[in-house]
């Protein structure tokens, strides 16, 4: 059956619906100046669940103060230099110690959050019902958040307000506010749908331990890959002093420079570039472990979805010549004011880029675009393979509809206005982003429609096989994104190096100068 053309609908705007993706209190980045207030560190520590003692808070700043005395000795720093090098430390010291209890806590919330949810899905196998789950659960915590979140969880299933009319999801919503995770929210939702509704859950179960545990490596895999950067950086940071070092103790007595106030000056430079560094480095690795990865916001990728989706190229190709003339036409006169035969060659260069600015804008956008559906389309897919486990294909995609994220929602409006007008017909589904090369995409969708219409065998092991296509897809998806978000530490690498060079060059300046002055050049 033919399907009647639709225009492509008009973008809502993204939805209100204000969603606790991560506690406020670790997402907070503060300046490491307002930690140089020790209440306001003492605060932002404790906000972790940490009380560390002055004693352990000495040992960082005594560190600090031995590797820099150290290296200003061997680099023969006179002693206002040094006590510089040391105030560089107390500007950054107090956000390196804040940051390490972050992480820490992270780490800590990172392996409660992975223990709960297995357990939680073991112990649910079992009891088929959420209350004795979580009473098996709390003896797995002995102490800490989600333990509390467990205990008032429990305390409110069983003293519910009276005008609550599903008090276990209204429980489980105090575990998801302390440690949300698009994981943990799939899984309290398919826990409630089955006390409601109840069937077979047990292969549902199975497949979304597989899911946890996919997540979990990946999550490993991309913190230690986090690391690595910074190790590489922090070994470009020694490599950087070792050579200038080496570059300072290699001169002969007659000529060594380090007495001079600009190489005392530019050693303090570098000094503090490095720290700033390494600072900013331990920064990028400071990410909540819970929170998914999100290429960018939902408004973002809606305007994108309309720009790709209503494209003119006719209509930009016009407005790109009209820049480039008048780039051309600017250019003309500035060479006619000022008889600057650049002036021309700037003009014409700009005239080009001009000419394909839109091809480029374009291809930008689809690109960041593909890469957000590849990240949004897995997610969604996990839920509509749990809701296949009760429901049909199409009820599935309906109640899907309302917790899909915001980039999905304009071709699933599509989808559900193309099935009514054609049930049967495959087109739908294979039409689905059919604006965008994305296979992987079209192949979950026709595994879709095979379900719907009986033709793939035994439904059960579809829906195995489409949770698997979505790990594989979402671990390639999640660990490139991650990899872009790491690329500025790349960079970082070389920067020591670079502003090493730096130094070097105003460091040999005042070389040649005394070598001049000693030997009466």
Known sequence: MALKKHNKPVVKEASKRTRKKVDKALEKRSQNLSYLNPNKMAQAI???????????????????????????????????????????GILFMPGLIVRSFYNKNENQRFS??????????????????????????????????????????????????????????????????????????????????????????????????????????????????????????????????????????????????????????????????LMSLFCSADKKISQNLLASIEARSEDAQLKKYTKIVTWDDAKETKSSMIFAAGSLFVAFLLWVLFQKSWMITVGIVVAVLMLFQHKLDYRLAYKSLVDDIRLAFPR???EISLLLQTESVQVALI?????????????????????????????????FFGDFALKDVQSAMKMLYSNQACT??????????????????????????????????????????????????????????????????
């Not at 040992?59 to 560089?88: D, F, H």
């Not at 998806?477 to 190096?497: K, R």
């Open 112 to 273: 409660d959050v992975n223990i709960y949810m297995e357990q939680m899905l073991y112990s649910f196998r079992v009891h088929s019902m959420v209350f004795p789950a979580l009473c098996d659960l709390e003896l797995q915590f002995t102490d800490g958040k989600m333990r509390d979140c467990i205990i008032k969880a429990k305390e409110y299933m069983l003293n519910p307000k009276k005008s609550d009319d599903d008090p276990t999801k209204t429980a489980l919503k105090f575990i998801e506010d302390e440690f949300y995770c698009d994981k943990i929210v799939t899984i309290h939702r398919f826990m409630c749908n089955v006390e409601k509704l109840g069937g077979t859950y047990r292969s549902t179960i199975q497949l979304l331990l597989k899911d946890r545990s996919a997540w979990e490596k990946r999550q490993l895999q991309i913190q230690k890959d986090r690391k690595q950067k910074k190790t590489q950086v922090i070994l470009s940071i020694a490599v950087s002093i070792l050579i200038c070092v080496i570059f300072t103790t290699s001169l002969p007595a007659e000529l060594e420079i380090m007495s001079s106030p600009i190489v005392q000056i530019d050693t303090v430079v570098l000094w503090f570039f």
């Open 456 to 521: 793939g065998g035994d439904p059960d092991t579809q829906i195995a096989d489409i949770i698997e296509r979505n790990n594989q897809m979402l671990e390639v998806t999640e660990v490139q994104i991650a990899d872009n978000a790491l690329a500025s530490l790349d960079s970082m690498f070389l920067m020591p190096l670079m502003i090493c060079a730096a130094k070097l060059m105003i460091d040999m300046m005042v070389f040649l100068v005394k070598s001049f002055t000693v030997f009466g050049m």
């Open 46 to 88: 404790s906000g972790y669940g940490y009380k560390p003692s002055a004693k352990s808070l000495a040992i960082w700043y005594v560190g600090y103060a031995a590797i820099s005395i150290g290296c200003a000795s061997i680099l023969k720093m006179n002693t206002i230099y040094i006590i510089l090098m040391l105030a560089i």
């Open 380 to 382: 969604w897919m996990i």
């Open 399 to 431: 109640k899907s509809y309302n917790d899909a994220p915001g980039i999905l929602k304009p071709e699933l409006e599509l989808l559900m206005e193309r099935l009514k007008e054609a049930p049967d017909s495959s087109a739908p589904f294979i039409d």
